[in-house]
């Protein structure tokens, strides 16, 4: 009994140290000023300059708590970005019964082309299609999942490919991305862009895309900071 009583208090601890984490993570976004090299892309008023790939308004739902729920199609940034620090929330809602790829499954696509997966994938081992993923290139460092209902965050700072006079790459993009405060890809070199975005070339500057995949994964404090 006494080792049950500690496994629950340890879990207790846990979730309270979360739930502070929330609360600071809450207060800072509220808090934070903007500059003429920021971009505020959602600040949970409302969902103007997103639209669909194919040209229409974006028609996410925008909640009362100030997030915004993924449906119907992915939603793409009308403005385009070269190099940036992006941040952004997200919440995957518990799926009881589903395995694998089903489990709150949505994307941040950087440029519209490289995909860092969204999922719940608490408790898993890393791999190259789970959470913080480049998805198909590199699997994460290390899972920094929280557990499924609970709001997780990512920062990322994405370099750009160049470009020589021909159009030719000259040096491929980089990225670095946080979840949850840990790194959890260092300056990693991005090969090739991924399935499932805009198309498949690599350009010199690209919109931000969040994937809807069926599931009701929610966003929130979107905004980014330009570095070029």
Same mark, same amino acid.
């Given at each position: 009994?006494?080792?049950?009583?500690?496994?629950?208090?340890?879990?207790?601890?846990?979730?309270?140290?979360?739930?502070?984490?929330?609360?600071?993570?809450?207060?800072?976004?509220?808090?934070?000023?903007?500059?003429?090299?920021?971009?505020?892309?959602?600040?949970?008023?409302?969902?103007?300059?997103?639209?669909?790939?194919?040209?229409?308004?974006?028609?996410?739902?925008?909640?009362?708590?100030?997030?915004?729920?993924?449906?119907?199609?992915?939603?793409?940034?009308?403005?385009?970005?070269?190099?940036? *620090?992006?941040?952004?929330? #997200?919440?995957? $809602?518990? !799926?009881?019964?589903?395995? %694998?790829?089903?489990? @709150?499954?949505?994307?941040?696509?950087?440029?519209?082309?490289?995909?860092? *997966?969204?999922?719940?994938? #608490?408790?898993? $081992?890393? !791999?190259?299609?789970?959470? %913080?993923?480049?998805? @198909?290139?590199?699997?994460?460092?290390?899972?920094?999942?929280?557990?499924?209902?609970?709001?997780?965050?990512?920062?990322?700072?994405?370099?750009?490919?160049?470009?020589?006079?021909?159009?030719?790459?000259?040096?491929?993009?980089?990225?670095?991305?946080?979840?949850?405060?840990?790194?959890?890809?260092?300056?990693?070199?991005?090969?090739?862009?991924?399935?499932?975005?805009?198309?498949?070339?690599?350009?010199?500057?690209?919109?931000?895309?969040?994937?809807?995949?069926?599931?009701?994964?929610?966003?929130?404090?979107?905004?980014?900071?330009?570095?070029?």
């Amino acid at each position: 009994m006494n080792g049950i009583r500690h496994k629950h208090w340890i879990g207790l601890a846990v979730l309270a140290v979360w739930s502070l984490l929330s609360c600071v993570q809450r207060e800072a976004a509220k808090s934070f000023q903007a500059d003429d090299k920021t971009a505020i892309l959602f600040d949970g008023s409302s969902w103007r300059g997103w639209q669909r790939k194919d040209g229409p308004e974006s028609q996410w739902i925008v909640q009362d708590d100030g997030s915004v729920q993924a449906s119907g199609a992915d939603a793409v940034t009308s403005a385009t970005f070269g190099d940036f *620090q992006l941040h952004v929330e #997200f919440y995957c $809602p518990k !799926t009881p019964g589903k395995q %694998g790829q089903a489990r @709150s499954n949505s994307g941040v696509y950087l440029h519209g082309r490289y995909e860092i *997966q969204i999922l719940d994938s #608490f408790g898993d $081992p890393p !791999t190259g299609n789970g959470c %913080g993923a480049l998805y @198909s290139i590199a699997a994460p460092m290390v899972n920094a999942s929280r557990p499924p209902g609970m709001w997780q965050m990512y920062d990322i700072i994405f370099r750009a490919p160049r470009f020589d006079d021909q159009d030719k790459i000259t040096e491929l993009p980089r990225i670095t991305v946080l979840h949850n405060g840990i790194v959890i890809h260092n300056d990693l070199e991005l090969p090739s862009t991924t399935p499932g975005g805009l198309d498949r070339e690599m350009v010199d500057v690209g919109p931000i895309l969040l994937q809807f995949h069926g599931d009701p994964v929610r966003y929130r404090n979107i905004r980014l900071r330009l570095l070029d």
